[in-house]
């Protein structure tokens, strides 16, 4: 019976956690435009925007890409490369017995590019992402309603998590890099379970689990482990009904540390 289900919020990010690129840059080389790493990092240095929310700032703010039109970042939606069987992995969550997780997308990419990118997978309500306002007549870029990076993330979860009534124990995060550090603190503080897709130092040791694959379907091992109870056997022979094969699951943990004697200061490792 539905009332008996045990309810969870399933929040992602995006941008290389449940695809292998960064939307500004698949932006940028598809209109020919040069050096966005280097813009976007030296934005992050002197914190002028939220970490994650660099793109939205040159897209309003930078020359170059002031010609960016809504139908270009439909455009760079279409040509980003997902993250293999994530389609699997909504039909699965959805069929857990006792369970039912509710996925949305929480990014601080352009919205237009995750609906493209996510079509037939991810509902269009489930998707939060950086919301543009745009001049009616030129199509220009005008203003920015919302940016889901840094804080912004956490604020769109507890609106998710409050509109779906589920306790804060019942959510699950998942992330990649350095815009993802505040909400991973915020669901760890308050018992949820938080996953890493990426070695990023900053998020590697907040994270509950890390799950390192190039398959969207990983992020079901450590959910079946921690959250349903399943031992790995059973999460296999769930895999193998599927046709498919936990090839390679290594439980390794790994330190990185630089020894120097004492009163020294570390030196830079080449």
Do not use: C
């Amino acid at each position: 019976m539905d009332q008996f289900m045990k309810r969870y919020l399933l929040a992602s990010d995006f941008d290389q956690t449940l695809s292998f690129n960064d939307s500004g840059q698949v932006l940028s080389e598809m209109l020919g435009i040069s050096g966005f790493a280097e813009k976007a990092a030296g934005l992050a240095d002197i914190h002028l925007v939220q970490q994650g929310g660099e793109l939205a700032y040159l897209l309003l703010h930078d020359p170059e890409y002031r010609r960016v039109r809504r139908e270009d970042l439909v455009e760079v939606g279409r040509r980003i490369r997902l993250k293999q069987n994530l389609r699997l992995l909504s039909r699965l969550l959805e069929s857990l017995e006792g369970y039912r997780f509710t996925f949305y997308v929480i990014s601080a990419a352009p919205e237009e590019v995750i609906r493209s990118a996510l079509e037939g997978i991810v509902p269009e309500s489930h998707i939060f992402g950086t919301r543009f306002r745009y001049d009616e007549r030129t199509g220009e870029i005008q203003s920015i309603e919302r940016v889901s990076a840094g804080y912004g993330k956490v604020a769109v979860l507890e609106e998710l998590r409050t509109r779906l009534a589920v306790g804060y124990d019942r959510v699950v995060y998942v992330g990649d890099g350095s815009s993802d550090v505040h909400v991973m603190l915020h669901v760890n503080r308050l018992g949820g379970l938080t996953i890493a897709v990426s070695e990023n130092r900053f998020i590697t040791p907040i994270a509950r689990r890390t799950i390192l694959s190039d398959d969207g379907l990983s992020v079901l091992v450590p959910i079946l482990e921690e959250i349903v109870g399943w031992d790995p056997s059973r999460i296999r022979g769930l895999f193998a009904a599927h046709g498919l094969v936990l090839q390679d699951w290594d439980k390794i943990r790994t330190d990185s540390l630089t020894i120097a004697p004492a009163g020294l200061a570390p030196q830079a490792v080449a």
